[in-house]
């Protein structure tokens, strides 16, 4: 699974409460992902990061953030969780933005329900 | 502009035959074209490719075909095995954007024994 390490992989919260995700690498790859799958929706990017700090939005970043203190970790943040944040998170790295020679690796995911 | 579309969102193929998906784009900028495939409970995981200067890509018994005029592009199981049901997405990239690889919504595929 390209060393990706995803945790927690399951995680049940209440409605309001934070939550963090985290997703760890040991490919030193420079893109990390943070993607959402949802049943008729497929994987909608939710922010990414191109470097250490370097963060953008993707088209579903509302009620989330992201931070990136070293290469290897990209953590997710639900500041107050609701219930339409229920689904499974994917966290996925490339070595130079998904493109040819450089596909994502994914990890196998974290089910969040939020009750 | 910037979606891809893809279809069927579910298909049953016997074993033996032919699994076809569909995916349509409209951005003449894409140049790369992949084709993930996800089993229950596992991330997505890179199939096959193809860049647009190709009509065709075949790897196994998993073949890429791709119409640059009409912007769509194929993927085709032959033999299908019950071990190729999963959900498959395809997906578009162009260069020099970090953040844009867009993903079809994907096909469950299952393939009966």
């Known amino acids: 699974d390209a060393g990706i390490t995803q945790s927690p992989r399951h995680k049940v919260t209440e409605t309001g409460t934070p939550v963090t995700l985290r997703c760890h690498q040991t490919?030193?790859?420079?893109?990390m992902y943070w993607y959402r799958q949802d049943p008729g929706h497929g994987l909608r990017l939710i922010h990414y990061?191109?470097?250490?700090?370097?963060?953008d939005k993707g088209e579903v970043s509302d009620g989330y953030s992201v931070s990136r203190s070293k290469t290897e970790d990209f953590l997710l943040t639900l500041e107050s969780a609701t219930s339409s944040q229920t689904s499974v998170y994917f966290c996925?790295?490339?070595?130079?933005?998904?493109?040819?020679?450089?596909?994502?690796?994914f990890g196998n995911g974290t089910r969040l329900t939020v009750t | 502009q910037q979606q891809v579309k893809q279809s069927p969102q579910s298909l049953i193929v016997q074993k033996g035959g032919i699994s076809i998906i569909n995916c349509a784009y409209e951005?003449?900028?894409?140049?790369?074209f992949p084709w993930y495939q996800q089993f229950p409970g596992k991330g997505p995981a890179l199939l096959i490719a193809?860049?647009?200067?190709?009509s065709e890509k075949k790897e196994g018994r998993f073949t890429i075909s791709f119409n640059k005029s009409a912007k769509q592009f194929s993927l085709h199981i032959m033999d299908s095995q019950p071990g190729d049901s999963a959900t498959y997405f395809c997906?578009?990239?162009?260069?020099?954007?970090?953040?844009?690889?867009?993903f079809g919504k994907g096909t469950r595929l299952h393939i009966l024994p």
């Open positions: 951005n003449t900028a894409f140049d790369y």
């Open positions: 193809i860049r647009p200067d190709v």
């Open positions: 990061s191109y470097g250490v700090k370097d963060t």
């Open positions: 997906a578009a990239s162009w260069a020099n954007r970090d953040d844009k690889i867009i």
């Open positions: 996925a790295i490339s070595r130079s933005g998904g493109t040819d020679n450089s596909p994502l690796h």
């Open positions: 490919e030193n790859h420079r893109y």
